[in-house]
T-cell receptor, first 112, second 113 residues
Framework: GDSVIQMQGQVTLSENDFLFINCTYSTTGYPTLFWYVQYSGEGPQLLLQVTTANNKGSSRGFEATYDKGTTSFHLQKTSVQEIDSAVYYCAMRLNSNNRIFFGDGTQLVVKP | EAAVTQSPRNKVTVTGGNVTLSCRQTNSHNYMYWYRQDTGHGLRLIHYSYGAGNLQIGDVPDGYKATRTTQEDFFLLLELASPSQTSLYFC????????????FGPGTRLLVL
């Protein structure tokens, strides 16, 4: 069935570490893929999105590449900062009916 | 920027209690959504609406009703609250169905004792 998988419940890093958050998806066709970020006490907000397979999206130093071959959309950042501490949600939108599916979220904790 | 507000921000009720969560958006968006967020489950869609008087069922609708009274206002109703409905509830809005960014409110934390 249609789903988004984030295996990492929590990632703990130190400032200036490299960030890699896993995301894989399952569906037919070519969905649009998103990363949302949720800071403490707030609702989720869009971080980046990619509509076309094999394209890369970027925002605020974060990047994600839509890999149709591996059905993945991993989130990366070269050097994280304490202010990046948040929950990150991977999501996909189906082209067939525009339904949006969210992953379970990954809590990023960045220590100073 | 789209503005979505929710009230109350925190609510405590007892099992069997009647709860109404309110959401208002001021960006003239057509679509509004109610999600619940639970550890290990991410965001799950309860109900959504594409306009005043319209209601669509989401993925986890059992135990919830909703009503869209105006384009701005969308309410989530728990008529017989149960402890399993203890959760963080988010309202969101978007201009079109899935075609553009969803803007989320700050959330309502509900505790059912």
């Amino acid at each position: 069935g249609d789903s988004v998988i984030q295996m990492q419940g929590q990632v703990t890093l130190s400032e200036n570490d490299f960030l890699f958050i896993n995301c894989t998806y399952s569906t037919t066709g070519y969905p649009t893929l998103f990363w949302y970020v949720q800071y403490s006490g707030e609702g989720p907000q869009l971080l980046l999105q990619v509509t076309t397979a094999n394209n890369k999206g970027s925002s605020r130093g974060f990047e994600a590449t839509y890999d149709k071959g591996t059905t993945s959309f991993h989130l990366q950042k070269t050097s994280v900062q304490e202010i990046d501490s948040a929950v990150y949600y991977c999501a996909m939108r189906l082209n067939s009916n525009n339904r949006i599916f969210f992953g379970d979220g990954t809590q990023l904790v960045v220590k100073p | 920027e789209a503005a979505v507000t929710q009230s109350p921000r925190n609510k405590v009720t007892v099992t069997g209690g009647n709860v109404t969560l309110s959401c208002r958006q001021t960006n003239s968006h057509n679509y509004m959504y109610w999600y619940r967020q639970d550890t290990g489950h991410g965001l799950r869609l309860i109900h959504y609406s594409y306009g005043a008087g319209n209601l669509q069922i989401g993925d986890v609708p059992d135990g919830y009703k909703a009503t869209r009274t105006t384009q701005e206002d969308f309410f989530l109703l728990l008529e017989l609250a149960s402890p399993s409905q203890t959760s963080l509830y988010f309202c969101a809005s978007s201009d079109t169905w899935g075609q553009d960014t969803q803007y989320f409110g700050p959330g309502t934390r509900l505790l059912v004792l």
